[in-house]
Each structure stands twice: as C-alpha cells, then as structure tokens.
Nanobody
Framework: QVQLVESGGGLVQAGGSLRLTCATS????????IAWFRQAPGKDREFVTS???????????DYADSVKGRFTISRYNVNKTIYLQMNSLTPEDTAVYYC??????????????????WGQGNQVTVSS
C-alpha cells in the first residue's frame, strides 16, 4: 500500500510563491508515475502537472496550459518525495491541491482515474 502525505499549503498574496511537498511510501517509488491535481470550490478536480516514468532515470513532465511557465513538478527518489513549486500565483490558483501516484501502466496522465493513490489534499489560497 502506498501512502501520500502532503504539506506546504497556505495563504499567499498574488504574485507570490509556494512549494507543496508530498511524502510517499512504496518500495518501487522511482518507477511510479506521479501527478498533482487541484479542485476549486464548485468545480471538478483538474489536472495540474505530471511526471511520467519513461525508464531508467528518465521522466517526462507535462503541464496544464494554465500553469505552464509558472509551476514546476519534481521528485527526489532518495527520500521518496514529490514537489510542486508554484510561482507567480494568482487568485485563480486557489484550490485544494492533491498529489497522486500510479504504480501501473500510464494511460492518460491528465485523467484522475489513471492514478491509484492520493494524498489527503492541501489548501492553497491566493489573495488579490
């Protein structure tokens, strides 16, 4: 069983930055496909970014258009941690952010149904 525990959310002013952290378990973590999703009040959960394991130490990053150039996903396999660096935040980025992991084959990296394991969610609020 893989567990994901998030931290690092909070309140920030528009234009500011935050970094979310997702600590994971799982013996084969380096081979997991990982992602961040978010859900704003009254809206569906939406894809933010993902890292797809290609093989060896190679991963491919994908981003939603709304966060390209502002957000960066990364992972540190030694301590089994996932990061989401968020810069130039706007009020539209306000949401609960979830990290997710897929230990099987990657089908649709942007679909929530692709991922087996989820963090508890972490609130990010951007004030104007």
């Amino acid at each position: 069983q893989v567990q994901l525990v998030e931290s690092g959310g909070g309140l920030v002013q528009a234009g500011g930055s935050l970094r979310l952290t997702c600590a994971t378990s799982g013996r084969a973590f380096s081979t997991y496909h990982i992602a961040w999703f978010r859900q704003a009040p009254g809206k569906d959960r939406e894809f933010v970014t993902s890292l797809t394991w290609i093989g060896g130490n190679t991963y491919r990053a994908d981003y939603a258009d709304s966060v390209k150039g502002r957000f960066t996903i990364s992972r540190y396999n030694v301590n089994k941690t996932i990061y989401l660096q968020m810069n130039s935040l706007t009020p539209e980025d306000t949401a609960v952010y979830y990290c997710a992991a897929n230990s099987r084959g990657q089908r649709d990296y942007a679909s929530a149904t692709n991922y087996d394991y989820w963090g508890q969610g972490n609130q990010v609020t951007v004030s104007s």
